[in-house]
C-alpha cells in the first residue's frame, strides 16, 4: 500500500481518538453546578447555580472562558485539562498579589460577560445588576 493511503488513515484515525475524548469528556461534565459561598469571611448571599448546558450549548461559551491556568499572564489552560476548583488559586478572604479574592473573581467574570452580551445586543435576559437573579435565597 502507498505513502498517502497510510497518511490519510492515520488523519481518520486520529480523528476518531480525538472525537471520542472529546465525547468521553463531555459526559463526564455536570449538567448543573452549585456555586457555594464555601470559605467567606461572611456569606452574605445564597449559592449560585451555574448551567453548563445553557452557558455552552445554548450560549456558545467556550470553556476557557470560565475555566484558566494563568501563565504569564495568557490562559493556557486546553479543553479536556484538568479543572481545579476556583478556590484553589482564588482565596476566598483575600486578594493574594494580583489574584482576586474568589467572590471577586467570579463576580468579575460573569458580569463582565452578561454585560458584554448586554450591550453587543445579543440578551436581554442575562443576570447583571439584580444579585438575586443569580444567588438563590439564603437559607
Same mark, same amino acid.
Given at each position: 500500500?502507498?505513502?498517502?493511503?497510510? =497518511?490519510?488513515?492515520?488523519?481518520?484515525?486520529?480523528?476518531?481518538?480525538?472525537?471520542?475524548?472529546?465525547?468521553?469528556?463531555? !459526559?463526564?461534565?455536570?449538567?448543573?453546578?452549585?456555586?457555594?459561598?464555601? #470559605?467567606?469571611? !461572611?456569606?452574605?448571599?445564597?449559592?449560585?447555580?451555574?448551567?453548563?448546558? %445553557?452557558?455552552?450549548?445554548?450560549?456558545?461559551?467556550?470553556? !476557557?472562558?470560565?475555566? *484558566?491556568?494563568?501563565?504569564?499572564?495568557?490562559?493556557?489552560?486546553?479543553?479536556?485539562?484538568?479543572? *481545579?476548583?476556583?478556590? $484553589?488559586? *482564588?482565596?476566598?478572604? $483575600?486578594?493574594? #498579589? @494580583?489574584?482576586? %479574592?474568589?467572590?471577586?473573581?467570579? *463576580?468579575?467574570?460573569?458580569?463582565?460577560?452578561?454585560?458584554?452580551?448586554?450591550? =453587543?445586543?445579543?440578551?436581554?435576559? !442575562?443576570?447583571?445588576?439584580?444579585?438575586?437573579?443569580?444567588?438563590?435565597?439564603? @437559607?
Amino acid at each position: 500500500m502507498n505513502k498517502k493511503f497510510f =497518511g490519510l488513515l492515520s488523519v481518520i484515525l486520529m480523528g476518531v481518538v480525538f472525537l471520542a475524548i472529546g465525547v468521553l469528556t463531555a !459526559a463526564d461534565v455536570p449538567d448543573k453546578v452549585l456555586i457555594n459561598n464555601e #470559605g467567606y469571611a !461572611a456569606d452574605k448571599k445564597g449559592p449560585v447555580d451555574f448551567t453548563h448546558k %445553557k452557558h455552552t450549548a445554548d450560549h456558545k461559551v467556550a470553556c !476557557a472562558e470560565c475555566h *484558566h491556568v494563568i501563565k504569564d499572564g495568557k490562559n493556557v489552560w486546553k479543553e479536556g485539562e484538568a479543572v *481545579h476548583k476556583c478556590k $484553589e488559586c *482564588h482565596d476566598p478572604i $483575600e486578594k493574594k #498579589g @494580583s489574584v482576586d %479574592k474568589l467572590q471577586n473573581a467570579y *463576580h468579575n467574570n460573569c458580569k463582565d460577560c452578561h454585560k458584554k452580551l448586554a450591550e =453587543g445586543g445579543k440578551t436581554t435576559t !442575562a443576570p447583571l445588576k439584580k444579585c438575586n437573579d443569580c444567588h438563590q435565597k439564603k @437559607s
